[in-house]
């Protein structure tokens, strides 16, 4: 399933504003740096952008020589691994995580880190980097999606530290089909608001 959404410039920012999309990870205990799964660019007043947003996911890992795996789907409650294989540094399911609400990937390699991914719609939605042999990376999100205005942004790396605490919108997409994401504040002058993101014309299932 996958929930259509749709995003609605009616704000009054006239500096052409990034708008950046992202889930965080919270299966970690500290604040782990999250990736721009989305950034809308040049949508300006008046114009909108339509994306959807895949509840499935799957996931991806590259290992210290350079090599990325192919993306396989995965599941809340389901451990993958890399393993030397006759054909080389490999990608699989092993069997059940210990949590049934994390996707886990665990470094079965005899020597050298991987770095662990989350992809949804094919782009990286989050990372954990340096798994050493024998430990593993833990992913887990809430069914809703940050979002804010930020400027230099790249879509699919890492975000610092200073852009996340800037973005303070977080929307519930639990139970949804389809939304607009209207986006109204901004713009010059001593009449400008701060910008605001809400859902409006929401379907349920």
């Known amino acids: 399933m996958s929930i259509q959404l749709n995003f609605i410039n009616r704000s009054n920012d006239s500096n052409n504003s990034q708008i950046v999309i992202f889930q965080k990870n919270i299966a970690t205990d500290f604040d782990e740096l999250a990736v721009a799964w989305r950034v809308i660019q040049n949508c300006g007043v008046s114009d909108n952008h339509p994306f959807t947003f895949p509840m499935s996911m799957a996931v991806g890992a590259s290992d210290s020589w350079g090599n990325f795996t192919p993306q396989i789907p995965a599941e809340n409650g389901d451990m993958y691994h890399v393993e030397l294989t006759g054909s080389g540094d490999t990608l699989s399911h092993c069997g059940p995580a210990t949590s049934s609400s994390e ?23 989050a990372q954990k ?6 430990q593993k990376a833990v992913f ?8 804010g205005v930020v400027s230099q942004v790249t879509q699919g790396t890492v975000m610092n530290s200073a ?17 607009d994401i209207v986006l109204t504040g901004g713009g010059p002058g001593k009449n400008s608001t701060p910008f605001s993101f809400k859902l409006e014309n929401i379907q349920r299932a």
Do not use: C, H, M
């Open 163 to 179: 852009i996340i605490s800037d973005v303070n919108t977080e929307l519930s997409l639990l139970g949804i089909i389809s939304a």
């Open 129 to 134: 980097t340096n798994v050493a042999p024998g």
């Open 103 to 125: 996707v886990q990937l665990r470094n079965d390699l005899a020597k050298g880190a991987i770095n662990a991914g989350i992809y949804k719609d094919g782009r990286l939605l």
């Open 140 to 147: 887990q999100f809430k069914p809703t999606i940050w979002i």
